[in-house]
């Protein structure tokens, strides 16, 4: 591997995009399911599409697919527009969140199944099958019917079954969905591995903004309908560029203000939600005096009882709320603006000598680079 | 000893204890729900078709009822009589008219639960994709000539089909023929009045399993390639297999029994073991021999479908 090729291909000038999403627009009727979404995706990439349900990820994904056609817009894969190729002909796979395995074949035959479309050899279609199957660690199933198995393993002869054509780009819908938590986290970092393993193209559509942020090269946050973000999980989750994605990706606490010094390099705001003057060390495109939001997530405040030595960022509230959740704490701390604010502690300590306890009145504090401005 | 007979005792004990509490154990709810159904059963199939396969062993005879008793007791010599005849059922195997009857009648019922399949199978398939409020009015409209009397209805197609019925003359209108057609009568006039009679038993049925067949399914296969006609074929139409046993239970079970419909539409020579029994009981007023008609279609007819349903069940688990 050269040095070169480190660097991700969507941060590489000229890349050649895999997948090319150029202006779709999907209507129900009157209803707008997919809003004029360009999207760029490229070879080898894990890309996540994150959204609430009825944000119009699945719909985005279905046309991929091939189930839905566009109402308008154009969808290029490896070059070639698919407007008009039929599923059945595209070089793509789909993993269904139900997994629509079918009952009545065992799941050796579910796997072959897209083999046999092709009509590969047979001799060659047991030694694929058999291999896929040592793959997913399910060998001793292979003679069962989809209803014989468990969730997990359900999951495995689907991931299976999508994977046996070696198609250029796979489609995942909610794929760990139906899984419970312990599996979940197992299977996100084997489908990681998986993926990498077999340089295929996933894209995987998700609600789960945990789940996208384990497995993907790149989220794309959608909501009504538009992708609002595109970025790196650490970036969106870090610095996200709107309300939408701070408020969807993870807590935040939201204070409202106003702009009132905007240098090259910072921006000072008066917030009276705030109770405090808040300093945030990145420059924004605004009008003076403009309202904004300034955005700060839980883990990133710092709690005192003593008050900091420090003109911004300060704020004093009463805690009203404790969770204890085994590796952390949650306070929710209300402010004489009555503004609720979430703060999320490590237990560092086994035992605290001097815990913070409801109805203690502390400081809420934060670095100038911790904070993030929204406009939108 | 003692100690041997001690454990035996113990032993019986046990059981005893054991015999007990699964009395205690029988689920009195679960008994009751299986008891109605099993009671009607009883009533009004076990135990009718033991007095069928019991007229079927006796002998005809002029009185009323027009059979001789199998019990008969001798009071004066104490004796008591019971005389079986099973001459009724060897002479079912020797004239081959009723084995031809059960042959032809066999024939006329799968001819037309297969074209019953075939128009019904469409239809179910239109309904189940439609959107649900059509798909009641839809459903509907194939149970509507229920509230019609069936004899009404078969009476209906004669006019159809007779020769100056409504198709030969449009036949002729259009001057596709010259001469009306021998249409009633027919064999071909019993196939349209079963397919039509029995119709809505087949939709109804594929209908239900159709309904359920999860859409993702057929995605899934073409996704992997699979042509939509072959999605149909290997996943569509094996998932529906439950759905085409039942409807075509339900329509060949009655259409080997047909009596009325060959009777009205089918020539006189169109056997069939319903028109068989019929004279039998009515013409030759032979009950015995009747009823030995009626055991053996019963015997031919459901034992080979508890097969097929075992079997099936099996495979299941």
Same mark, same amino acid.
């Given at each position: ?61 279905? %046309? ?29 796979? %789909? ?229 204890? %959740? ?34 203690? %009145? ?15 | 000893?003692?100690?041997? !007979? ?62 001789? #008793?199998?019990?008969?007791? #001798?009071? #004066? ?14 002479? +079912? ?6 084995? #031809?009857?059960? +042959? ?29 409020? !059509? ?46 057609? @021998?249409?009633? @009568? ?10 039509? !009679? ?34 149909? =074929? ?24 047909? =009596? ?9 020579? !169109? ?35 508890? =097969? ?8 299941? @688990?």
């Amino acid at each position: 591997m050269t040095q070169e090729s480190k660097i991700p291909l969507w941060k590489q000038d000229g890349a050649k995009p895999f997948i090319q999403i150029k202006n779709i627009t999907k209507k129900f009727g009157e209803f707008t399911a997919v809003d004029n979404v360009s999207l760029d995706i490229f070879e080898n990439e894990l890309f996540c599409l994150l959204g609430g349900s009825g944000s119009g990820k699945s719909t985005l994904l279905r %046309m991929l697919a091939g189930f839905e056609t566009p109402t308008s817009g154009q969808i290029i894969i490896d070059g070639v527009d698919m407007a008009n190729i039929d599923p059945w002909d595209r070089p793509i796979n %789909m993993m269904f969140q139900s997994y629509a395995l079918f009952p009545h074949m065992s799941v050796f035959k579910n796997i072959a199944f897209g083999l046999k479309r092709d009509k590969v050899a047979k001799k060659e279609i047991t030694q694929r099958v058999n291999e896929m199957l040592k793959m997913m660690q399910i060998e001793e199933f292979a003679d069962r019917k989809p209803a014989q198995l468990s969730g997990g393993q359900r999951q495995r002869v689907a991931l299976a079954r999508a994977l046996i054509k070696r198609p250029k780009l796979l489609l995942l819908d909610e794929p760990l969905g139906a899984l419970d938590k312990k599996l979940r986290e197992e299977t996100q970092f084997e489908l990681v591995n998986i993926q990498d393993k077999l340089g295929v193209t996933f894209v995987v559509v998700t609600h789960d903004q945990e789940e996208a942020m384990t497995l993907a090269t790149r989220i794309g946050v959608m909501g009504n309908g538009v992708i609002t973000q595109v970025d790196e999980p650490r970036d969106v989750y870090e610095y996200p560029r709107s309300r939408f994605v701070a408020e969807f990706v993870g807590s935040i606490n939201i204070f409202e203000g106003r702009v009132f010094e905007d240098q090259a390099d910072f921006v000072k705001i008066d917030s009276k939600e705030a109770g405090s003057k808040l300093f945030v060390n990145h420059s924004i495109n605004c009008a003076p005096n403009q309202k904004v939001a300034v955005a700060i997530r839980p883990e990133k405040i710092r709690v005192s009882r003593k008050k900091p030595d420090t003109e911004y960022n300060c704020l004093y509230g009463k805690i009203i709320d404790i969770a204890y %959740m085994g590796n952390l704490s949650i306070f929710r701390v209300k402010l004489e603006s009555g503004k609720i604010v979430r703060v999320t502690l490590p237990n560092l300590v086994r035992e605290n000598q001097n815990p913070l306890t409801w109805d203690d %009145m502390i400081y809420l504090s934060w670095d100038n680079d911790s904070s993030v401005v929204l406009i939108s | 000893m003692s100690k041997t !007979t001690g454990t035996l005792w113990l032993g019986q004990f046990d059981t005893i204890r054991t015999k007990f509490d699964l009395l205690r154990k029988v689920r009195w709810g679960r008994l009751s729900v299986i008891s109605i159904p099993s009671l009607w059963l009883a009533i009004f199939f076990f135990i009718p078709f033991l007095v069928v396969f019991k007229i079927s062993l006796a002998e005809p005879a002029i009185a009323v009822p027009p059979y001789t #008793d199998l019990f008969i007791w #001798d009071a #004066d010599n104490a004796i008591a009589e019971i005389k079986l005849k099973f001459g009724n059922y060897l002479y +079912l195997w020797e004239d081959s008219f009723y084995l #031809d009857a059960y +042959l032809s009648s066999v024939k006329i019922a799968a001819i037309s639960t297969f074209f019953t399949l075939l128009i019904g199978f469409p239809m179910a398939y239109y309904i189940a994709g439609k959107k649900s409020s !059509t798909r009641t009015i839809l459903l509907t409209l194939v149970i509507l000539p229920f509230w019609t009397s069936f004899l009404l209805r078969v009476y209906a197609w004669m006019g159809f089909l007779k020769k100056n019925g409504i198709v030969n003359e449009f036949l002729q209108a259009i001057g596709l023929i010259d001469q009306p057609i @021998q249409m009633l @009568q027919t064999d071909f006039a019993v196939y349209i009045g079963i397919v039509y !009679t029995y119709l809505p038993f087949m939709i109804l049925p594929l209908y239900t399993t159709l309904e359920k067949l999860d859409g993702s399914l057929i995605e899934a296969a073409k996704d992997l390639g699979a042509t939509p006609v072959k999605a149909f =074929f290997l996943v569509t139409l094996p998932m529906c297999m439950p759905g085409i046993f039942s409807g075509c239970l339900l329509v060949f079970i009655p259409a080997v029994g047909e =009596f009325v419909i060959p009777a009205l539409l089918g020539a006189s020579d !169109t056997l069939m073991i319903g028109r068989v029994l019929w004279d039998e009981f009515f013409q030759n007023r032979d009950w015995p021999m009747a009823s030995a008609v009626a055991t053996v279609m019963l015997v031919i007819l459901v034992v080979p479908i508890m =097969f097929l349903r075992t079997g099936k069940n099996e495979e299941k @688990q």
